[in-house]
C-alpha cells in the first residue's frame, strides 16, 4: 500500500465511530485501535465510610437518574436510542426547552446524534417541563429517562 493511501486510511478511521481496524494486503497487516472517550462521572455526594473513617466518593448512575424521574409528578420521555444529547439546535442558540416551558404533543425537546446523525426527541405529552434530566452533550443510553412532563 502507498504511504499517501495509509494516510487516507488512518485519517478515514480516525474520523468514523470505528474503534478498531485490520486489513491485509499481499503479505503486509495493518490494525489500528483507538479508545473511546471517555465522560466524567458526575460526583453526587461524599459519603464517609465507616469501616475504615476514610471518605469514599458515590457516583450517579442510570438507575439514580431513573428513581429522580419517578420522583417527580408526571410522564417520563425517554430516550429511543444511544447516542449524545444535544439541548439546543447549535452551540450559540438557547435551549428547545427549560423547566417550566409548556410544551405540545410532537414539540422538540432535544436532538441525539447517533451515528452522525441529527434525531430530533419530541415529546409524547401535553403539559409543563417539570424537570430535565440530563445536560447538553452528555452521552444517554436507550431507554434513559430525558425529561419529566406534568
Same mark, same amino acid.
Given at each position: 500500500?502507498?504511504?499517501?493511501?495509509?494516510?487516507?486510511?488512518?485519517?478515514?478511521?480516525?474520523?468514523?465511530?470505528?474503534?478498531?481496524?485490520?486489513?491485509?494486503?499481499?503479505?503486509?497487516?495493518?490494525?489500528?485501535?483507538?479508545? @473511546?472517550?471517555?465522560?466524567?462521572?458526575?460526583?453526587?455526594?461524599?459519603?464517609?465510610?465507616?469501616?475504615?473513617?476514610?471518605?469514599?466518593?458515590?457516583?450517579?448512575?442510570?438507575?439514580?437518574?431513573?428513581?429522580?424521574? @419517578?420522583?417527580?409528578?408526571?410522564?417520563?420521555?425517554?430516550?429511543?436510542?444511544?447516542?449524545?444529547?444535544?439541548?439546543?439546535?447549535?452551540?450559540?442558540?438557547?435551549?428547545?426547552?427549560?423547566?417550566?416551558?409548556?410544551?405540545?404533543?410532537?414539540?422538540?425537546?432535544?436532538?441525539?446524534?447517533?451515528?452522525?446523525?441529527?434525531?430530533?426527541?419530541?415529546?409524547?405529552?401535553?403539559?409543563?417541563?417539570?424537570?430535565?434530566?440530563?445536560?447538553?452533550?452528555?452521552?444517554?443510553?436507550?431507554?434513559?429517562?430525558?425529561?419529566?412532563?406534568?
Amino acid at each position: 500500500m502507498e504511504f499517501e493511501n495509509l494516510e487516507k486510511l488512518i485519517h478515514a478511521v480516525s474520523e468514523s465511530e470505528l474503534t478498531q481496524f485490520s486489513y491485509e494486503e499481499n503479505g503486509v497487516s495493518i490494525s489500528m485501535k483507538k479508545d @473511546k472517550k471517555q465522560k466524567l462521572v458526575t460526583i453526587n455526594n461524599v459519603a464517609e465510610n465507616t469501616a475504615s473513617g476514610v471518605p469514599a466518593l458515590v457516583a450517579a448512575d442510570s438507575k439514580e437518574t431513573g428513581q429522580e424521574a @419517578k420522583a417527580a409528578e408526571g410522564n417520563t420521555v425517554k430516550s429511543p436510542l444511544v447516542g449524545t444529547f444535544y439541548s439546543a439546535p447549535d452551540p450559540e442558540s438557547e435551549p428547545f426547552v427549560k423547566v417550566g416551558d409548556h410544551v405540545s404533543k410532537g414539540q422538540v425537546l432535544g436532538i441525539v446524534e447517533a451515528m452522525k446523525l441529527m434525531n430530533e426527541i419530541e415529546s409524547d405529552f401535553e403539559g409543563v417541563v417539570k424537570q430535565v434530566l440530563v445536560s447538553n452533550e452528555d452521552v444517554i443510553e436507550f431507554g434513559q429517562p430525558l425529561f419529566v412532563i406534568g
